[in-house]
């Protein structure tokens, strides 16, 4: 049975692993990447998605700064490539917006294949003045606001504003 639960230190190298069977190694060249490294994902918004114990899904929300504007990263999205087509990302999703929205949180942006992600709300009007750290597809770039005009008029580079991984962490 597959249940979606808060992401667990113990979880980190089978979602690591899961992730580079869903994604490749070249996950680790994203612009995304690049706000990610070094800091923890933002305070309750890391899930997996367990098939009797197995972690087969995961996502993360990161804290940044869209434009001047207090934002959420979303990323990566993964489910194990024999899981995928039973509606796993859409359950990670839809736990992860609500509890977003729940913690106050005001909008949301990815990079991300807008056909998959505009069922969600996502969209690219509000991150039309954003950019990332580095080479990404402009048609890609989509936003999802939780409070209106949370990103209106929102331009700039988006960073990275989360708390930092322990020195052993990243020392691991």
């Not at 667990?8 to 190298?13: N, S």
């Not at 207090?70 to 024999?82: D, F, K, Q, T």
């Not at 087509?85 to 106050?104: H, K």
């Not at 505009?118 to 009007?125: K, P, T, V």
Request: glycine share 14%; hydrophobic share 45%; charged share 25%.
């Amino acid at each position: 049975m597959i249940h979606i639960d808060d992401e667990k230190i113990a979880d980190i190298a089978a979602r690591e692993a899961l992730l580079d069977r869903a994604m490749g190694a070249g996950r680790r060249l994203k612009a995304s990447e690049r706000i990610r490294e070094g800091r923890l994902p933002s305070r309750g918004l890391a899930f997996v998605a367990r098939d009797n114990g197995r972690v087969v899904g995961s996502v993360r929300l990161w804290d940044v700064e869209a434009g001047g504007r207090r934002s959420l990263l979303l990323g990566p999205l993964a489910v194990e490539p024999g899981a995928q087509s039973r509606g796993l990302g859409s359950g990670l999703m839809q736990v992860a917006l609500n509890r977003a929205a729940l913690a106050g949180h005001a909008s949301v942006i990815l990079v991300g294949d807008p056909e998959y992600y505009e069922r969600f709300g996502f969209a690219a009007d509000p991150a039309r003045g954003l950019i990332m750290p580095g080479p990404f597809e402009r048609r890609r770039m989509l936003g999802l606001e939780l409070a209106d005009g949370a990103l209106s008029g929102a331009e700039g580079v988006v960073i990275g504003t989360g708390a930092m991984l322990p020195a052993w962490q990243l020392a691991a």
